[in-house]
C-alpha cells in the first residue's frame, strides 16, 4: 500500500494553513510529523482522511484518489485518533472499541468482531477497564482506548494525532513500542504527530518537519534532528547527541 500526498494546500478562509505539502509513505512504515504548534499537522491530517476535502492538490492511495472512495472503503483504509478524545454519550470501553468494527459490521458483531476488539484492548492494557464508562476514566485512559478503536477497525494507514499528550511516561513508551509493532506486525503506514523530538528519533522510521504549512525537512531521524534544523524550526538553543544513529536532542 502507497500514500501520496502531491502539492496539497488548504485554507480556512483567508488563513492559508498548508502550502503546496508532499509526502509519500508505504506499508510498514512509521512517519513522524513534527512541528511547532498551529503549523498544520492536524490539518493534514484530516485533508488525508477527507475529514477536510476542500483541499487543493492529490492525496491518493495505491494511485487511487481518496475521493473516489466511499465512505466505507475509507473506513477500511484510513483510522484517525484525533487529539481531542473527549465524548459526550455514555459508553463503556469495550464497546467503544468496538465501535471500530462499524464499517465491516451488517446485521450485528460476529464473533470474530468481538475478538478482535478484545484484543485490542488487550494490545493497549485496557482489559481491567472494559466496563467503565469511557467518560470516566482518565484522558490518558481514552487516548489509549481510542488507539484500541483503531487498531480494531483494521487499517491499512493509521493516523495519530498526538496520540502520547495525555499519557505518562511509561505509557508514552509502552504506546510508541506498540505503534511500531502495529506497523511492522501489521504491515500498517502509521503517521503520527508529536511534539517529543526524542520520542520521535527513537521509534519513527521517518521524520518530516513542518512550520508555517511547509515541510521544511524529510528524513530519517539522523538526517532531520540536527541543530540547525531544530533551531530554525523551534528557535530554540537545543544540542544533539547520538547514540549510535540515534540522535538525542537536550537543552543546552
Avoid: W
Avoid at 15 to 28: A, E, I, P, R, W
Avoid at 37 to 63: A, H, Q, V
Avoid at 133 to 140: K, M, Q
Avoid at 179 to 186: D, L, T
Amino acid at each position: 500500500m502507497n500514500l501520496s500526498v502531491e502539492n496539497v494546500s488548504f485554507h480556512y478562509k483567508t488563513n492559508q494553513v498548508l502550502k503546496n505539502v508532499s509526502l509519500c509513505g508505504t506499508s510498514g512504515e512509521v512517519i513522524g510529523i513534527l512541528g511547532p504548534n498551529g503549523t498544520g499537522k492536524t490539518t493534514l491530517f484530516k485533508c488525508i482522511g477527507r475529514i477536510l476535502d476542500k483541499y487543493s492538490g492529490e492525496i491518493r492511495i495505491d494511485g487511487k484518489s481518496i475521493l473516489d472512495l466511499s465512505k466505507n472503503e475509507l473506513a477500511k483504509t484510513i483510522a484517525f485518533v484525533p487529539q481531542d478524545t473527549s465524548v459526550s454519550f455514555a459508553i463503556d470501553v469495550y464497546h467503544a472499541i468496538l465501535l471500530g468494527r462499524t464499517p465491516y459490521v451488517r446485521l450485528g458483531a460476529t464473533e470474530r468482531d468481538l475478538e478482535i476488539a478484545q484484543q485490542a484492548a488487550m494490545m493497549m492494557g485496557l482489559e481491567k477497564l472494559a466496563f467503565q464508562n469511557i467518560a470516566e476514566i482518565s484522558g490518558g485512559e481514552r487516548q489509549r482506548v481510542f488507539i484500541a478503536r483503531a487498531i480494531a477497525q483494521e487499517p491499512k494507514i493509521m493516523i495519530l494525532d498526538e496520540p502520547t499528550s495525555a499519557l505518562d511516561l511509561k505509557y508514552q513508551i509502552s504506546t510508541m513500542k506498540m505503534v511500531r509493532k502495529i506497523a511492522e506486525e501489521k504491515n500498517i503506514l502509521v503517521i503520527i504527530a508529536m511534539h517529543d523530538l526524542n520520542l520521535a528519533s527513537r521509534f519513527t522510521d521517518r521524520i518530516l518537519l513542518m512550520k508555517n504549512g511547509v515541510i521544511v525537512s524529510d528524513g530519517t531521524p539522523g538526517e532531520v534532528l540536527n541543530e540547525k534544523t531544530i533551531q530554525d524550526v523551534y528557535d530554540v538553543d537545543i544540542g544533539v547527541q547520538y547514540m549510535g544513529e540515534i540522535p538525542h536532542i537536550y537543552i543546552k
